[in-house]
């Protein structure tokens, strides 16, 4: 029988579990802390603030980024993801993007698309969503202004080329969505040539929800989605335009914004390699019946996989191994449709499986065994 340490496989959705410490940091500040960030000049502001200041700072060394005050706090990825949008002058024009989008950019850019005649181009690919960077150059026009990057997709895990991307489309601006790879897998902003960065708080960073942002290299490309207050330039209506107070209207996530800070200084050290992996996924493939959605290429194989059956729908994949075994995944289209129909998946998508730092290489080789087991099955269909 598998045995598991960790029978959550679901960090694709939400990361679990958290590090004790962003529990306790989120209870000692709603306890002892409190207070509001660079609203007033007392000593609980400050240590609000400083510590708002210093999850920037752990957040762009992450990124691979030296402007930390370039990072917005939003309360998503998708609110960082619609502001980017939004906040560009894209008007009548085309954006080229990935096969492997989430909707957080695709539902953008298709209200983009009936606003402001917005189109988007899907750039070339191999069989398995790896974008192929030289063929960019025959796609890019007069009217192509944006170039959007899905670091790593959310069904098969492929982590695009991102500095060889930036090498063939030449001054075009650049939109990473670092949703599933931040804290997952290595990332260099600056030297990749990256102009914006949309990132959340609660998958790869092991933080809570309610978090994220992203981050501008030129913030006088954006204007800002909301408006309001933000406890500077106050005598004035007008938005500030520095950064990231241009982004920032309303109060913080500051509790939030505590155990995001917590993560960023707890990481655990990863429990499995990326050969553990790589043996499990080939295990899965060597299975009469099951097709396993991931990068054809272990160097460009993240921390998602999914996998699908000739008989099994992806439903019942799940609801077999939760009720023989408590694993819980996630079955459907992810929010990612036109990854499948990309991968030929579409409509009923696939079972995704998301390991964790947390889990160990016996949790993997479990893992391998718990589905040979429900697949050898016959007694159900």
């Given at each position: 029988?598998?045995?598991?340490?960790?029978?959550?496989?679901?960090?694709?959705?939400?990361?679990?579990?958290?590090?004790?410490?962003?529990?306790?940091?989120?209870?000692?500040?709603?306890?002892?802390?409190?207070?509001?960030?660079?609203?007033?000049?007392?000593?609980?502001?400050?240590?609000?603030?400083?510590?708002?200041?210093?999850?920037?700072?752990?957040?762009?060394?992450?990124?691979?980024?030296?402007?930390?005050?370039?990072?917005?706090?939003?309360?998503?990825?998708?609110?960082?993801?619609?502001?980017?949008?939004?906040?560009?002058?894209?008007?009548?024009?085309?954006?080229?993007?990935?096969?492997?989008?989430?909707?957080?950019?695709?539902?953008?850019?298709?209200?983009?698309?009936?606003?402001?005649?917005?189109?988007?181009?899907?750039?070339?690919?191999?069989?398995?969503?790896?974008?192929?960077?030289?063929?960019?150059?025959?796609?890019?026009?007069?009217?192509?202004?944006?170039?959007?990057?899905?670091?790593?997709?959310?069904?098969?895990?492929?982590?695009?080329?991102?500095?060889?991307?930036?090498?063939?489309?030449?001054?075009?601006?650049?939109?990473?969505?670092?949703?599933?790879?931040?804290?997952?897998?290595?990332?260099?902003?600056?030297?990749?040539?990256?102009?914006?960065?949309?990132?959340?708080?609660?998958?790869?960073?092991?933080?809570?929800?309610?978090?994220?942002?992203?981050?501008?290299?030129?913030?006088?490309?954006?204007?800002?989605?909301?408006?309001?207050?933000?406890?500077?330039?106050?005598?004035?209506?007008?938005?500030?335009?520095?950064?990231?107070?241009?982004?920032?209207?309303?109060?913080?996530?500051?509790?939030?914004?505590?155990?995001?800070?917590?993560?960023?200084?707890?990481?655990?050290?990863?429990?499995?390699?990326?050969?553990?992996?790589?043996?499990?996924?080939?295990?899965?493939?060597?299975?009469?019946?099951?097709?396993?959605?991931?990068?054809?290429?272990?160097?460009?194989?993240?921390?998602?996989?999914?996998?699908?059956?000739?008989?099994?729908?992806?439903?019942?994949?799940?609801?077999?191994?939760?009720d023989r075994f408590e694993i819980e995944i996630r079955a459907g289209l992810h929010c990612a449709p036109m990854t499948h129909q990309y991968l030929g998946t579409f409509p009923h998508g696939s079972a995704r499986f998301a390991p964790s730092l947390y889990h160990t290489r016996v949790d993997m080789v479990s893992l391998g065994n718990a589905l040979k087991i429900i697949f050898d099955d016959n007694t159900h269909v």
């Open positions: 029988m598998p045995r598991f340490s960790n029978t959550y496989f679901d960090n694709a959705s939400t990361s679990w579990p958290k590090s004790p410490a962003v529990a306790y940091a989120m209870s000692d500040f709603l306890l002892k802390t409190g207070g509001t960030y660079g609203r007033a000049a007392y000593q609980r502001v400050y240590r609000t603030s400083a510590m708002i200041e210093e999850c920037r700072n752990e957040l762009a060394d992450v990124m691979g980024v030296k402007e930390s005050e370039n990072i917005a706090f939003t309360q998503n990825a998708t609110h960082a993801i619609n502001t980017i949008l939004s906040g560009l002058d894209l008007h009548d024009c085309e954006v080229l993007v990935s096969p492997l989008e989430h909707n957080a950019v695709m539902r953008t850019l298709n209200h983009l698309k009936e606003t402001r005649n917005v189109v988007w181009k899907i750039v070339a690919a191999k069989e398995d969503g790896t974008i192929i960077p030289e063929k960019i150059p025959e796609m890019v026009n007069e009217r192509t202004k944006l170039v959007i990057i899905n670091h790593e997709s959310n069904v098969n895990g492929v982590v695009q080329p991102v500095e060889k991307v930036r090498s063939f489309i030449g001054d075009l601006p650049l939109m990473i969505d670092s949703t599933q790879s931040l804290g997952n897998v290595p990332f260099e902003g600056d030297k990749w040539g990256v102009d914006f960065i949309a990132f959340t708080g609660h998958k790869g960073l092991l933080g809570p929800t309610g978090t994220g942002g992203f981050y501008v290299r030129n913030t006088e490309l954006l204007t800002p989605l909301v408006y309001g207050g933000t406890g500077s330039r106050s005598e004035s209506f007008e938005m500030p335009l520095f950064a990231p107070d241009k982004f920032e209207a309303g109060t913080h996530n500051t509790v939030g914004i505590a155990g995001l800070l917590a993560a960023l200084k707890n990481r655990p050290e990863c429990g499995w390699k990326s050969s553990d992996l790589d043996v499990l996924i080939e295990k899965l493939q060597n299975i009469p019946g099951v097709r396993v959605l991931t990068a054809t290429q272990p160097v460009n194989r993240g921390h998602v996989f999914s996998l699908v059956h000739e008989r099994l729908t992806p439903s019942a994949i799940a609801s077999r191994l939760y």
